[in-house]
């Protein structure tokens, strides 16, 4: 089966045919850098880090750019009201970005252009657009002629009549800019620079590019006039993607990207996110507990911190064009979900030695093929099905998950232990596909970093609870029961004196 994307342009799926065989041209639409990164944010960049591990484990070589807008209305309003810059602002969150970024497993990109640093290249484009009859300079400011380009709307489905020029808190309203238009639906390429803001200079005057210019620009410069995967948030497809595609095919006559991508949006409890309803979640707040779903932020409670993996999880457990609603109940589900595959993550490191395994090269053999591997294969070649490759992912999981429990309470299984071999080592290859960070073991006195107590651990701490007993510390064994109960873990004592256990 090959693999098959819904293009957005066509509105249809079609095979996935790259420009070069095994090379992949991806570019992602970044953030505009003025304030932390929200939930929003997460899945936008979540799935496409996604879609880039997939490729490559599909054997592509993928390029993958994704800009920075460090130049935008926003950004000065930032500056402004703290008293910085708009270099100072963008820094700041641009290295914020990493941070979020980095905690969720997000790979870095191939190279992260900047409005700021790709000015020539605005501006050379801009030219070609005024020479070719498809820009117009107006009183120090440059306009696109939206009129000039037959195709306006393909990507969108709009009419020119419904369309408004502008959009995600851009819309220039104000009535000078109105006044320099040809058309209210023209939007601007150059903007003449304002008393106090940044600027650059140009044959048209001091001033600074438009939003949509930017990467157009961008694209061209990394990757070339025509890409494979052009992807980001559906917020984007009009106006910014269909302005992108008016530049840049105006420009060159060639189309900008084959497939156009876009994720859907999050809800929270069924309501878009704002923070004028108070329901604005960052990523900051999500990981650290400083959240509530009803409320928005909110004093910081650390049983309410996520896991950056939990939060991988929800993210990938909806098909990337389905919206995704944020409720306490689906975090809720999504860590239980994560404890159990990192509980499974581990076994080849709680149990392999037991079992014989060659632990220090086991993880260097490629995948096994088996009926697993095809399922996913099969679900991930369905334009990115996450669902159904997590419904693989789970079922290896509870399986390892079984048999542990076998091992633990039996000392052996009936499973042969290649077989168990195999289905530990591409459970651990899949999950990685899918961008999940393999939890960290470390046996003996060093510390264990998986999210919760391992098997192993629940039985020597069921052991210090019978010494404490038999030493009559009877207060020593009421805590460890206790801790055991705030950690999921119920304790049932036998007639014969042993204990068994479960997690709740």
């Keep these: 089966m090959s693999l098959t994307l819904y293009n957005s342009l066509?509105?249809?799926?079609?095979?996935?045919?790259?420009?070069?065989?095994?090379?992949?041209?991806?570019?992602?639409?970044?953030?505009?850098?003025y304030d932390y990164c929200h939930v929003g944010h997460a899945r936008a960049y979540i799935v496409w880090d996604m879609v880039r591990r997939y490729l490559m484990w599909r054997g592509y070589s993928v390029r993958y750019v994704q800009n920075f807008t460090d130049i935008d209305d926003k950004i000065l309003d930032r500056a402004?009201?703290?008293?910085?810059?708009?270099?100072?602002?963008?820094?700041?969150?641009?290295?914020?970005?990493?941070?979020?970024?980095?905690?969720?497993?997000?790979?870095?990109?191939?190279?992260?252009?900047?409005?700021?640093?790709?000015?020539?290249?605005i501006k050379r484009l801009i030219h070609e657009l005024e020479?070719?009859?498809?820009?117009?300079?107006?009183?120090?400011?440059?306009?696109?002629?939206?009129?000039?380009?037959?195709?306006?709307?393909?990507?969108?489905?709009?009419?020119?009549?419904?369309m408004q020029a502008g959009a995600s808190g851009r819309l220039e309203t104000a009535e000078i800019e109105a006044q320099k238009k040809q058309d209210s639906s023209d939007f601007a390429l150059w903007k003449s620079a304002k008393p106090g803001e940044p600027f650059w200079d140009s044959s048209w005057g001091k001033g600074r590019p438009g939003w949509h210019?930017?990467?157009?620009?961008?694209?061209?410069?990394?990757?070339?006039?025509?890409?494979?995967?052009?992807?980001?948030?559906?917020?984007?497809?009009?106006?910014?993607?269909?302005?992108?595609?008016?530049?840049?095919?105006?420009?060159?006559?060639?189309?900008?990207?084959?497939?156009?991508?876009?994720?859907?949006?999050?809800?929270?409890?069924?309501?878009?996110?704002?923070?004028?309803?108070?329901?604005?979640?960052?990523?900051?707040?999500?990981?650290?507990?400083?959240?509530?779903?009803?409320?928005?932020?909110?004093?910081?409670?650390?049983?309410?911190?996520?896991e950056p993996m939990a939060v991988r999880l929800f993210v990938l457990t909806a098909q990337y064009r389905s919206q995704i609603d944020f409720t306490e109940e689906a975090i809720a589900s999504a860590r239980n979900g994560w404890h159990t595959l990192e509980e499974s993550l581990v076994f080849g490191k709680v149990h392999g030695s037991q079992l014989g395994?060659?632990?220090?090269?086991?993880?260097?053999?490629?995948?096994?093929?088996?009926?697993?591997?095809?399922?996913?294969?099969?679900?991930?070649?369905?334009?990115?099905n996450t669902p159904n490759a997590l419904a693989v992912l789970f079922e290896l999981a509870k399986e390892l998950?079984?048999?542990?429990?076998?091992?633990?309470?039996?000392?052996?299984?009936?499973?042969?232990?290649?077989?168990?071999?195999?289905?530990?080592?591409?459970?651990?290859?899949?999950?990685?596909?899918?961008?999940?960070?393999?939890?960290?073991?470390?046996?003996?006195?060093?510390?264990?970093?998986?999210?919760r107590l391992t098997d192993g651990e629940i039985e020597g701490m069921i052991q210090r609870r019978k010494d404490a007993r038999i030493a009559r510390d009877f207060a020593e064994g009421d805590r460890i029961r206790n801790e055991l109960k705030d950690k999921g873990i119920t304790l049932i004592d036998q007639k014969d004196g042993t204990t068994i256990w479960h997690r709740s």
């Design 10 to 33: 066509t509105r249809r799926e079609s095979p996935f045919e790259p420009l070069e065989p095994s090379k992949v041209r991806m570019y992602c639409c970044g953030v505009t850098v």
């Design 80 to 121: 402004r009201e703290t008293n910085s810059t708009m270099e100072a602002v963008a820094e700041r969150f641009i290295e914020e970005y990493f941070v979020d970024m980095d905690k969720l497993n997000i790979l870095r990109a191939d190279e992260y252009p900047r409005a700021t640093h790709s000015m020539d290249g």
């Design 131 to 162: 020479n070719k009859g498809f820009a117009y300079a107006s009183g120090g400011d440059v306009y696109y002629n939206v009129r000039q380009f037959a195709d306006y709307g393909k990507l969108s489905g709009r009419k020119l009549e419904e």
């Design 213 to 306: 210019i930017e990467c157009s620009a961008m694209v061209r410069d990394c990757l070339g006039e025509t890409i494979d995967i052009h992807c980001g948030g559906s917020d984007l497809t009009f106006p910014h993607h269909e302005n992108e595609i008016a530049q840049s095919e105006a420009a060159t006559g060639k189309s900008l990207a084959n497939y156009w991508m876009h994720n859907a949006f999050v809800t929270v409890n069924g309501r878009k996110m704002s923070k004028s309803l108070h329901n604005f979640i960052t990523i900051r707040d999500l990981l650290e507990g400083n959240w509530s779903g009803d409320s928005g932020s909110e004093a910081s409670d650390k049983s309410k911190a996520v």
């Design 357 to 384: 395994w060659d632990l220090d090269n086991i993880l260097k053999l490629p995948i096994v093929e088996s009926e697993a591997v095809q399922q996913f294969r099969a679900a991930m070649d369905d334009d990115f």
């Design 401 to 451: 998950r079984r048999e542990s429990n076998i091992i633990v309470h039996g000392g052996k299984t009936e499973i042969p232990s290649e077989v168990l071999q195999q289905k530990w080592q591409n459970l651990v290859k899949l999950s990685e596909v899918l961008g999940f960070r393999k939890p960290k073991l470390v046996l003996g006195s060093a510390t264990i970093d998986i999210g």
